[in-house]
């Protein structure tokens, strides 16, 4: 598979909730930045994040915007949309983040990403979720 074509089956395995199939395209020692900073250093870091971000927004979803390649690399820009379960309103905010990532693959697998959005707000957003427990 091509990195364009391995970034899209990532968005549709995390649209399906499928993490068997959003790990399957992530190599074990992953490297994932946030704006420039070290976030996620494994497959099993970022399973753990988007578990995290599911429960925390059930209707979450990424709308692929463009996605370019060159090389090993896909550059893609995209849209994160979500609100929080109704007991994590007054903890969580609605997401609207636009951003992109620069991914890396080899072997079928990502080994990178590269992600970036405006301001702190996905940063944000995964601390919060990381902290927000429901009440169940």
């Known amino acids: 598979r091509s990195p364009a074509q391995v970034y899209r089956a990532y968005v549709r395995a995390e649209t399906d909730r499928d993490e068997a199939a959003m790990n399957a395209l992530l190599a074990p020692d992953i490297e994932i930045e946030l704006n420039g900073v070290p976030a996620l250093g494994s497959a099993d870091e970022d399973a753990a994040a988007m578990a995290a971000l599911f429960v925390a927004y059930p209707d979450y979803h990424r709308e692929v915007i463009e996605v370019i390649e060159e090389g090993g690399t896909a550059a893609a820009r995209w849209r994160m949309v979500g609100h929080p379960r109704p007991e994590l309103a007054g903890q969580l905010p609605r997401i609207d983040i636009r951003g992109c990532s620069f991914v890396r693959v080899a072997d079928g697998r990502m080994t990178a990403a ?23």
Not at 114 to 135: T, Y
Request: proline share 9%; glycine share 4%.
């Open 114 to 136: 590269h992600v970036w959005s405006p301001s702190d707000a996905l940063e944000r957003v995964l601390a919060l979720v990381g902290n927000a427990s429901p009440s169940d």
